[in-house]
């Protein structure tokens, strides 16, 4: 059981805009910033938005983050077959004195 | 441009010590605006942070691993290593090693830089 709740999974057709959701508490969520991760199928994760909302080098501006409260949430627009991963969240915890992670949302590009 | 590889053995018997060395190549290890981190990933599941490395020989562990848990660094060979004792199956995951900045100025306090990661299965 993860620490940062998001959903098993998510889907869309190319060109549709897709939000992923990222639900913690106050020692995490709720007090640090929140960094997102992509992980194609096979390869290592990939740092995609830092800081709740800043891009990554290299990252499309396809790819946005926010946050509020103790939820942050990743959307991709204009979705491609490429963007087809799965994608985690990511905060340290001031609790738990550990970096906290969520379960993971598998993304399909139908 | 900075480049992680992980190595040590895939196979780990159960009770026994699994070591692996993660190498740093294209930049130095010993810059005091990065942690160096150990993070795991069991078949099909999420991902865990066991702990990192920093200002050359300081060390952060999850609290549920850390008594079990070794993170040392070697300036001279640009590496740093893992070591986690009395290994069972719940250890069997694919390992990275990862770079992650100090959070002050430009460093980016996120893990901005991955090894490809390596398979150690638990089991006799």
């Known amino acids: 059981q993860s620490v940062l709740t998001q959903p098993p999974s998510a889907s869309g057709t190319p060109g549709q805009r897709v939000t992923i959701s990222c639900s913690g508490s106050?020692?995490?969520?709720?007090?640090?910033?929140v960094n997102w991760y992509q992980q194609l199928p096979g390869t290592a994760p990939k740092l995609l938005i830092y800081s709740n909302n800043q891009r990554s080098s290299g990252v499309p501006d396809r790819f946005s983050g926010s946050k509020s409260g103790t939820s942050a949430s990743l959307a991709i627009s204009g979705l491609q077959s490429e963007d087809e991963a799965d994608y985690y969240c990511?905060?340290?915890?001031?609790?738990?004195?550990?970096?906290?992670f969520g379960g993971g949302t598998k993304l399909t590009v139908l | 441009q900075l480049q992680l590889q992980e190595s040590g053995p895939g196979l780990v018997k159960p009770s026994e010590t699994l070591s692996l060395t993660c190498t740093v190549s294209g930049g130095s290890i010993s810059s005091s605006n990065y942690n160096w981190d150990w993070i795991r990933q069991p078949p099909g599941k999420s991902l865990e942070w066991i702990g990192n490395?920093?200002?050359?020989?300081?060390?952060h562990y999850d609290p549920s691993l850390k008594s079990r848990v070794t993170i040392s660094v070697d300036t001279s060979k640009n590496q740093f290593s893992l070591k986690l004792r009395s290994v069972t199956a719940a250890d069997t995951a694919v390992y990275y090693c990862a770079r992650h900045g100090s959070g002050s100025g430009s460093f980016v306090r996120a893990f901005d830089i991955w090894g490809q990661g390596t398979m150690v299965t638990v089991s006799s």
């Open positions: 106050s020692s995490n969520i709720g007090s640090d910033a």
């Open positions: 490395i920093y200002d050359i020989g300081r060390t």
């Open positions: 990511a905060a340290w915890d001031n609790s738990l004195n550990t970096w906290v």
